[in-house]
């Protein structure tokens, strides 16, 4: 299977990690490539600022906090289709993005013709 162009083997490891304590959050973040959010909604975002922090390329939704730090000349963000209340739980009536995979997909696809 290819992805961007590339045979799945060649691209890079994804590393899932838990329990990073706050001091070691800014070399962790420095670690990455890029950061990469496919959520439906962030309340500030601040991952995604500490990582524009970093200098990091940041890939998101453009809705909610990050379109007050974030856009299209500084990002690779994806637009957001609609919005869907949530119906249940913590965040009843509340809004999520909702967005397709043609738009990541195509946000990705700059991200990684920029950072290669």
């Given at each position: 299977k290819k992805t961007f162009?590339?045979?799945?083997?060649q691209l890079a490891p994804v590393t899932i990690s838990h329990g990073i304590e706050a001091k070691e959050?800014?070399?962790?973040?420095?670690?990455?490539?890029?950061?990469v959010s496919a959520s439906r909604g962030e309340g500030w975002g601040r991952?995604?600022?500490e990582a524009v922090v970093s200098c990091l390329p940041v890939v998101c939704a453009?809705?909610?906090?990050?379109?007050?730090?974030?856009?299209n000349t500084t990002s690779?963000?994806?637009?957001?289709n609609s919005l869907q209340k949530i119906k249940e739980g913590p965040f009843q009536d509340h809004m999520?993005?909702?967005v397709t995979v043609e738009s990541l997909s195509r946000s990705l696809d700059t991200l990684t013709q920029n950072i290669t």
């Open positions: 162009g590339r045979e799945l083997s959050m800014p070399s962790f973040v420095q670690s990455f490539d890029a950061f991952p995604l600022s453009f809705w909610s906090g990050p379109t007050e730090f974030l856009s690779p963000v994806f637009q957001v999520w993005a909702n």
